[in-house]
């Protein structure tokens, strides 16, 4: 029996070692310059410059600010915004983009912590 798994166990490992092969590193990565380094500058500030294109505002231009607003009707439409329990649905996050009529019920109850 002790003869049979030394056997086995050489037989395994004459295999191993057949089919072990070391891989050659070649380095992470063979640069190739095809442009010189003051043209990829000149891209990087250009890309810099061009904004996110992949924004979800970039198409609608420049955004005007209502500068005739009083500012505590700004401040307290700010306050009743950040006070509010239901600002951040997203329709997109549930099923058939539509927000659950749980959700859009004004009447759940959140608790207030005290100002400081």
């Given at each position: 029996?002790?003869?049979r798994?030394?056997?086995?166990?050489?037989?395994?490992?004459?295999l191993?070692?057949?089919?072990?092969?070391?891989?050659?590193?070649?380095?992470?990565?063979?640069?190739t310059?095809?442009?010189?380094?003051?043209?990829?500058q000149?891209?990087a500030?250009?890309?810099a410059?061009?904004?996110?294109?992949?924004?979800?505002?970039?198409?609608s231009g420049?955004?005007?600010?209502?500068?005739?607003?009083?500012?505590?009707?700004?401040?307290?439409?700010?306050?009743?915004?950040?006070?509010?329990?239901?600002?951040?649905?997203?329709?997109?996050?549930?099923?058939?983009?539509?927000?659950?009529a749980?959700?859009k019920?004004?009447?759940?109850?959140?608790?207030?912590?005290?100002?400081?």
């Open positions: 029996m002790n003869t798994n030394i056997l086995a166990a050489a037989a395994l490992s004459l191993a070692a057949a089919g072990a092969h070391a891989e050659t590193y070649d380095g992470v990565l063979t640069v310059p095809s442009v010189s380094r003051a043209a990829v000149g891209q500030v250009a890309a410059r061009a904004g996110d294109v992949f924004g979800e505002g970039y198409a420049v955004q005007t600010v209502n500068t005739t607003a009083d500012r505590g009707a700004v401040r307290s439409q700010a306050v009743a915004t950040a006070h509010d329990p239901l600002q951040n649905l997203n329709a997109k996050s549930y099923f058939r983009d539509q927000i659950p749980e959700y019920k004004t009447s759940l109850s959140f608790t207030r912590q005290a100002a400081f």
